[in-house]
């Protein structure tokens, strides 16, 4: 085990509010950008969202829960390390579990398909 003294001053050095701030304010414009570029398109798949389910003819109350399932495709949409088959299978589980809380799974699916362009899993 390291000396608990040199642990010590190496954790204060690397927990120095003057040098966590310059290096969060050199990353703060990347971030920024990222942040607003995420919320403009969570933005687009949300009222793509509205869109359905005015169509579809669901109730105003009912959209929080629709509007939940919608970002959480979302979420999964934007995950780098699931894709294809597998990404489906994980759209379908969450399109089960909306089903199983009371939401039309026509819907659901229609969602799915037009707001997130993601296919059925094949059987």
Do not use: C
């Not at 570029?37 to 687009?44: C, I, K, P, R």
């Not at 999964?76 to 939401?103: E, Y």
């Not at 026509?106 to 398909?113: F, K, M, S």
């Amino acid at each position: 085990m390291s000396d608990p003294i040199r642990r010590f001053t190496a954790y204060q050095v690397k927990t120095d509010t003057a040098r966590v701030k310059s290096v969060l304010d050199s990353l703060r414009p990347d971030m920024l950008a990222r942040y607003n570029a995420a919320m403009a398109l969570l933005y687009d798949a949300e009222t793509k969202t509205k869109q359905v389910l005015d169509i579809a003819g669901v109730q105003t109350i009912l959209y929080v829960p629709y509007l939940d399932f919608s970002r959480q495709l979302f979420r999964l949409s934007r995950q780098k390390h699931i894709s294809g088959a597998s990404f489906a299978l994980a759209a379908q589980v969450l399109l089960d579990k909306w089903a199983a809380r009371g939401l039309d799974p026509n819907v659901l699916a229609t969602i799915r398909t037009q707001v997130y362009d993601i296919t059925a899993p094949t059987p």
